[in-house]
Structures are given as structure tokens and as C-alpha cells.
């Protein structure tokens, strides 16, 4: 039984805790720059008591407040719609469309909208609304 003081023993365990401190901070990074990151249009939707539909990788033609068309993130005019509506149609016959239009966008804009959907020949359209909270229900 020798025992020296310079005799040291070899620590035969790994340490995670910085390991870690890196995978907490990469997570608050991510967290932070992600919702930075799309930046999508600033629509207040119309709210319904039936179930909406969540426009999730489909084809979503949006119309804001003041009016401008969106299809998918481009935007496009009121003129050039039914040009870019029938080339969809024509690179997919079975195509789904769904209308997100502000609530302050005047009706008759809408139904135009809704016109040029129909003309170019896209008949499954949904429109995307907010569901109903619990008070505005009763």
C-alpha cells in the first residue's frame, strides 16, 4: 500500500455538462431566429363557427387589406391572376385553392376573386377562416 501525493488516478467518466451549455444555447439561437425567418403577409382572417381549414402546403391565394393578390408568396395583380391561375391549372388538373382574404376587403373584391378561381376552371376552393372563440359563440 504506497501512496504518493504526485500519484493521480485517471478519471475514466466523460463530462456532458458543457456538452450541454452548447446544445442550450444552439437551442435558444434556434428558437429566437426561426420565427424571424418566414415571414409571412398580415391578414386578419374572418372568423366562423365551423371548422376552417388550415392552409398547410397547398396553393393559397391571399388577398389583403389593401387589395394585392398573393398566389403561393408572389405577388400578382387582379390581371395577371386568371393567366397564372390557368397555367396552375394546367400543370395540375386536380389542383385545391385555398382564399385567404382580409376581413376588411370589400365583398365585391372577393366575389371578383372567386369569379376568376371559377373561369379558369379550379373548382375545389376553400376559403380559410378563424375558428369562433368560446364568448364570441354565445
Not at 493521480?8 to 458543457?18: D, F, L, Q
Not at 446544445?23 to 439561437?29: A, C, D, N
Not at 389593401?66 to 393567366?83: C, D, F, P, S, Y
Not at 385553392?97 to 373584391?109: I, N, Q
Amino acid at each position: 500500500m504506497k501512496t504518493s501525493a504526485n500519484h493521480r488516478e485517471m478519471m475514466s467518466e466523460i463530462n456532458i455538462i458543457p456538452l450541454v451549455d452548447v446544445m442550450l444555447v444552439l437551442l435558444i439561437v434556434f428558437m429566437i431566429t426561426a420565427p424571424l425567418l418566414y415571414r409571412g403577409m398580415d391578414i386578419k382572417l374572418p372568423k366562423a363557427s365551423t371548422n376552417s381549414i388550415k392552409a398547410t402546403e397547398r396553393t393559397v391565394l391571399t388577398v389583403e387589406k389593401n387589395q394585392t393578390v398573393h398566389l403561393g408568396k408572389e405577388e400578382i395583380g387582379l390581371a395577371r391572376l386568371e393567366e397564372r391561375l390557368l397555367l396552375l391549372k394546367g400543370a395540375s388538373p386536380d389542383v385545391s385553392l385555398y382564399l385567404r382574404a382580409d376581413r376588411d376587403v370589400p365583398y365585391g373584391t372577393v366575389v371578383h376573386v372567386m369569379d376568376l378561381i371559377k373561369r379558369a376552371g379550379i373548382v375545389k376552393l376553400g376559403i380559410v377562416t378563424e375558428p369562433l372563440s368560446i364568448k364570441q359563440l354565445q
